[in-house]
């Protein structure tokens, strides 16, 4: 029952139990209140539904039993020092016994003569079938630790999975307070559960129907405001108006031929879409798509030229400190042979480069700026959120570079509806880049619209990059073929996986391989490491002494990603390969093979399964990332692709993007939802969630 002054608001210190030690625990978690507890979904069910007579029992099956407590005593055992606790149990059909360990408490616990739910398997053992370890709660009670489906928990050091289902039971009558906030027309034709009956049935489902119909219905929430969101703001984005940037041919085809090598057809065709886009008063809204190396940049810079000769400025924007001064040198190649000012502006940096390059203070830079003197500026993300006074702003490209989370969509258009482009009722044109190849087909389903375009083939003459599945075995054999390529004057990367769900966790886990690679496989090398957790300056700091090389290999979680060039690294190892997607596998490997020396690229993997070995084959096949795309999509669901680790989405809707027909659902609702309500005026509640959801929307 639920009890008086308690609500969905009130701190989960309020629940019986729940003292200071748990309390901790769940902060950490990031539950601080009854309603954040009921939205920490379980990420699995283990089923315990058959219950069964003692007599019935088969080993190793997962049952419940309901059964009168006969004894039960802690036993020693000398030779392991571990404390075990034997029970004895029955019901009508027959006795069994129930063994526990390093649990002697439970002697006190347990009371003879009680009748007790236990749940878990049986075994064979010398002394007969034997309960091993069960979990149990008194037969009366409600089942929330056992018999039917047990929910599974995400939980911390310290803080079980039975306890977490102890306080999780305690919330479950206040989900009844939850408010319905989507329109009563959607859910009677999708045909869904309330979202009061879905959060109930999420955490304690009767039985697998329970579990779909409430998974169901709660992936599609965050997918359906997703989708409001996004395409709310795409009919207002092209409500507004842009500036007609003309396409200046004559002057494109002299960039062309002054360039050191001929674009590819695919390139020749995205800079014709992008162009062409911007010569529209419907502000562009393009995504760039193209695999690692595939010559994004020179299409974006060349569009940004041709409005410079129009007298525009325009913006290239990348995620990193480190790229945004990649994009410079690039820049800058061209800038100088047509006289074009443009401009690097960073958090640190303030360059400016017409035939030469002048430091200058970030005062001056911004003045600049303002006056319309420099005509492309060169940054991160950051510049364009902040106080960057532009006086003719026509066109912004923002390189995501790593992958593109489906979140990040709509924030772009935002980010840049507000720039402070310095033309009175314009926006700026938005070019988006990224390299994550997204086959045409799921792009069209998550976003319904075909400004996409996609550049398919790399350029010319480019080195494959050798890869090679390796088992345990020959784990010292690569660590030896490493130190050859360090000898040589190469460097590496050693990317490790994420076997933990908390950034603090995978920390630990990097840094212990780090420990081991330092001071026992490579104690004569410079080893450096890299992690989430470390500070943004740490971790440039970093990647800047490896770009000098002055670490010859970095071990990295997989930050590494973002799309940092260094061209004199060959070797990109990356441990535990079966638990990535292809498409980020691929990634990595893009890390590497951007020089002159053959690179390679070691797919670490312990024991995997015929399914997993086949899978990861196709990295040692194809270096096409388009294909490996579709593999993962085919294999894997869309989740992989759409990028659902930094997505922020909830577990519960990254198993949702994996349901294309999901996603097509909440799409067309929301279109429909639209149609006949922009300002949701309708829906207030719905509209509060969804402002909700896009506040915590933000670059990492
Ligand atoms: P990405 O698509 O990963 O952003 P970049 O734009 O950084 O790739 O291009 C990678 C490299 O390839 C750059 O050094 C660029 O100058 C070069 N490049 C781009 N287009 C071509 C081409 N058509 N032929 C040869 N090299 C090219
Ligand atoms: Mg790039």
């Known amino acids: 029952m639920p009890r008086e002054n308690i609500n969905l608001n009130s701190p989960v210190s309020d629940l019986k139990g729940a003292g200071p030690q748990y309390t901790n625990k769940l902060f950490s978690l990031g539950v601080e209140t009854l309603r954040d507890l009921l939205f920490h979904f379980p990420f699995r069910w283990d089923d315990f539904s058959q219950t069964v007579a003692i007599a019935k029992i088969k080993p190793d099956e997962k049952i419940t039993i309901v059964a009168g407590l006969i004894s039960v005593k802690n036993i020693r055992t000398f030779h392991t020092k571990m404390a075990i606790t034997e029970a004895v149990a029955s019901d009508n059909s027959g006795s069994l016994k129930i063994i526990w360990y390093n649990q002697p408490f439970l002697e006190q616990s347990l009371k003879e003569g009680q009748s007790y739910r236990f749940s878990g398997k049986a075994k064979l053992t010398a002394k007969g079938l034997t309960l091993q370890a069960p979990s149990f709660e008194i037969a009366s009670r409600e089942k929330t630790q056992t018999g039917g489906l047990i929910p599974v928990y995400h939980v911390t050091e310290g803080l079980s999975p039975k306890m977490f289902r102890y306080f999780i039971r305690q919330v479950i009558p206040y989900a009844t307070n939850l408010k319905e906030y989507l329109p009563t027309d959607i859910i009677q034709r999708q045909n869904f559960l309330s979202f009061a009956e879905a959060v109930k049935k999420i955490h304690f489902p009767e039985n697998r129907q329970d579990v779909m119909a409430a998974k169901t219905r709660l992936g599609f929430d965050e997918l359906f405001i997703f989708q409001l ?7 207002r984005w092209q409500k507004n108006k842009a500036i007609k940037i003309k396409r200046d041919v004559k002057f494109i085809k002299k960039i062309l031929s002054k360039l050191p090598f001929e674009l ?15 010569s529209q008063t419907v502000p562009m809204n393009r995504l760039l798509e193209g695999d690692v190396g595939s010559g994004k940049t020179i299409v974006a810079v060349i569009a940004c030229f041709n409005a410079s000769q129009k007298g525009y400025q325009t913006a290239l924007m990348a995620p990193t400190e480190i790229l945004a001064r990649q994009h410079f040198e690039e820049v800058k190649k061209i800038a100088g042979q047509f006289n074009i000012h ?3 502006l960073t ?9 030469r390059q002048h430091q200058s203070t970030k005062e001056q830079l911004l003045q600049k700026i303002n006056k319309g003197e420099i005509k492309l500026v060169v940054g991160t993300h950051a510049v364009i959120q902040k106080n960057v006074n532009f006086k003719n702003l026509a066109l912004v490209v923002i390189d995501e570079q790593h992958r593109f989370g489906v979140k990040q969509r709509s924030y772009l258009i935002n980010t840049t509806e507000k720039t402070r482009d310095g033309l009175p009722n314009t926006v700026p044109h938005l070019l988006s880049m990224t390299a994550t190849p997204i086959p045409r087909s799921l792009a069209l389903t998550v976003f319904g619209d075909l400004n996409i375009s996609l550049i398919k083939q790399l350029p010319k003459g480019r080195r494959k990059i050798i890869t090679k599945i390796i088992t345990p075995r020959h784990r010292s054999q690569t660590y030896q073929f490493i130190r050859e390529q360090i000898k040589k004057g190469r460097q590496a990367f050693i990317i490790c996986p994420l076997i933990e769900e908390s950034e603090i966790l995978i920390a630990k886990a990097v840094k212990a391989e780090y420990e081991k690679l330092n001071q026992e496989i490579f104690p004569d090398l410079t080893v450096g490491l890299l992690h989430g957790k470390l500070k943004t300056v740490e971790k440039e700091q970093i990647m800047k002494k490896f770009s000098q090389n002055k670490i010859s290999i970095l071990i990295s979680t997989s930050v590494v990603e973002v799309g940092i060039d260094i061209p004199n690294a060959t070797v990109m190892v990356i441990e535990g390969a079966e638990r990535f997607g292809l498409s980020q596998l691929h990634q990595f490997r893009g890390r590497v093979g ?17 399914k997993t070995w086949e899978r990861i084959k196709s990295l040692e096949q194809t270096q ?7 593999k993962d999509l085919n294999m894997r669901g869309p989740g992989e692709l759409l990028g659902e680790r930094q997505s922020g989405f909830s577990n519960l809707t990254i198993a949702s993007l994996r349901n294309i027909q999901l996603i097509k659902t909440s799409r067309m609702e929301a279109e429909t939802l639209i149609k006949k309500d922009l300002q949701l005026k309708s829906c ?6 969804m402002k909700l959801f896009n506040k915590n929307v933000h670059f990492e």
């Not at 969101?229 to 009919?235: G, R």
């Not at 995205?270 to 162009?275: H, I, K, M, P």
């Open 229 to 235: 969101s996004y395409q709310i703001k795409k009919v």
């Open 264 to 278: 590819t057809r695919d390139q020749k065709i995205a800079l014709w879409e992008t162009v062409s886009d911007c």
């Open 342 to 344: 443009c401009a690097l």
């Open 347 to 355: 958090n640190s940096l303030s360059i400016s480069f017409r035939k």
């Open 594 to 610: 951007r020089g002159k020396h053959q690179s390679f690229c070691f797919l670490f993997t312990e024991s995997p399964s015929q």
């Open 624 to 630: 096409d990332g388009f294909k490996l795309a579709q």
């Open 684 to 689: 207030p509640l719905l509209k509060k969630r």
